[in-house]
């Protein structure tokens, strides 16, 4: 245990110690606040962050357990949520201008599940604007002259930087599980589904997904046992059986699960030393658990289906952005509107009707491995703080609405983070968690 410096414990060890009365969520948020006053200025994670209010939260959950109240999973645990994702106890202004003094009257479904399991909600971390591409004030806790990536750029910031042990966040390209790469950390983009956007900024609904961030598969897992709750107001969520991600994850697979290597159509934009680094895992881990595989011919276009529906949706979303301050929108956000305004309602049905023939497809390749086995992103996190880097290693399965961790489990040509990122089935999430911690502690995470 790091109860000496609690800033530094993981959402399931800080529970744990907090339950049995060796920490207090008041020791565990002023250790999480002085961290924030140490390195905020420099990394940029928060948005808005009320440190008296954070306290007040602690503080009621330790009376609550002096008390003798029951306590509940994420009892003071503190979690930072990311500001396109309402509150009602801070503004909520989605990255832009256009909506900065936003205040919402009420809190996302999924805040209102964190409040429910005891968490402190912390503060709001930046997102990049309206959650595309403009980059926030973020910069990468390993060099600040290096992106986080985005959208998600300060939820990945604050966690990698022990601001707080989880992050929530949002992935409609590669918000997460890119940032999560680029800072060192495990991301977490469960099912299309899975977990509650309702009272989260709209982007494109098939495609948006919220996501997570930590610095452990077993804590993703534990937050996201939180959060995959049905709700209707969300219109693409059905009924399941709870995931029990965290029991499952913790548990030994029954064999040795098998990986498909998948480069993917676009492995010529990754970066020559994440080539090498992915080819030299595969020999390590060797050809009775890693096969190179060629996904099928349907998926070179899966980049531009992609495409189609995300730009479409822009349009119509931010329709009213555009018409009332197009001239403060972003000049690659506006021209993604634009371009979504000429595509044709063919080419956007037929991208939609694309998905399902993906999905048969990949279901195939599930028959025979446990997880795939690709590049997160091109590479490390590339130099300079006006992009946020390429998404495209996260396009396909973000269109196929399949589950996906990074594990930050490799390093670049300088030192930086580089994740390995895994897709499993449809649904199966608790599966790939498992395969994914199995993975972790087979390269020594």
């Known amino acids: 245990m790091e109860e000496s410096n609690p800033a530094r414990l993981n959402a399931l060890s800080a529970a744990e110690a907090i339950r049995e009365g060796r920490l207090t969520s008041e020791e565990l948020v002023v250790a999480c606040l002085a961290r924030i006053e140490e390195c905020e200025e420099q990394i940029g994670a928060w948005e808005h962050l009320d440190r008296e209010f954070a306290l007040s939260q602690a503080r009621e959950a330790d009376l609550a357990r002096g008390e003798g109240k029951a306590l509940r999973p994420f009892h003071g645990v503190p979690v930072g949520i990311k500001d396109i994702i309402d509150t009602a106890d801070f503004p909520t202004e989605n990255g832009s201008v256009l909506h900065a003094g936003r205040r919402p009257t009420k ?26 591409y403009h980059p926030g004030k973020t910069k990468n806790p390993h060099d600040p002259n290096r992106t986080p990536g985005g959208s998600s750029s300060g939820s990945a910031a604050s966690v990698a930087s022990h601001m707080v042990p989880v992050a929530v966040g949002s992935q409609t390209n590669g918000s997460v599980i890119r940032p999560a790469s680029f800072c060192g950390v495990c991301g977490f983009k469960p099912t299309h589904g899975s977990i509650s956007r309702y009272g989260m900024l709209p982007q494109s609904r098939p495609i948006d997904h919220v996501g997570l961030f930590a610095r452990s598969v077993e804590d993703v897992a ?9 709700d209707g107001r969300d219109p693409d ?43 030299e895992l ?18 070179n276009s899966a980049v531009e289906w992609h495409q189609i529906i995300l730009e479409s949706n822009l349009a119509r979303n931010f329709e009213t952005e555009y018409e009332r301050g197009k001239d403060q929108l972003s000049d690659l956000l506006r021209l993604m509107m634009e371009r979504g305004k000429k595509y044709l309602a063919v080419d956007y049905t037929r991208a939609v009707e694309k998905v399902p023939v993906l999905n048969r497809l990949l279901g195939e390749m599930f028959e025979r491995y446990d997880a795939l086995l690709t590049p997160p992103a091109p590479g490390q996190a590339p130099l300079g703080l006006g992009a946020t880097g ?33 897709v499993g089935p449809k649904g199966d999430d608790a599966r790939l968690l498992r395969t994914a911690r199995w993975l972790e502690s087979r390269l020594g995470g």
């Not at 968490?119 to 990049?128: H, L, N």
């Not at 595969?282 to 190179?292: D, K, S």
């Open 107 to 132: 809190d996302a479904a999924l805040v209102s599940l964190l409040k429910n399991a005891g968490a402190v909600i912390m503060g709001k971390t930046v997102t990049t604007e309206f959650a595309v």
């Open 222 to 230: 534990f937050l996201g046992d939180q959060l995959m709750v049905f």
């Open 237 to 279: 969520m059905r009924h399941r059986a709870a995931p029990r991600l965290l029991e499952t994850a913790a548990a030994e697979p029954p064999i040795t699960p098998r990986f498909a290597f998948v480069k993917t159509p676009v492995w010529d934009q990754a970066d020559e030393d994440a080539q090498a680094a992915f080819e």
């Open 282 to 299: 595969a020999i390590r881990l060797g050809e009775e658990i890693v096969e190179e595989v060629e996904l099928p011919e349907p998926f």
């Open 390 to 422: 390429n998404p495209v290693f996260c396009t396909i399965w973000t269109l196929c609405g399949t589950p996906a961790v990074t594990l930050p489990v490799l390093e670049g040509a300088d030192g930086m983070p580089l994740g390995v990122q895994l």
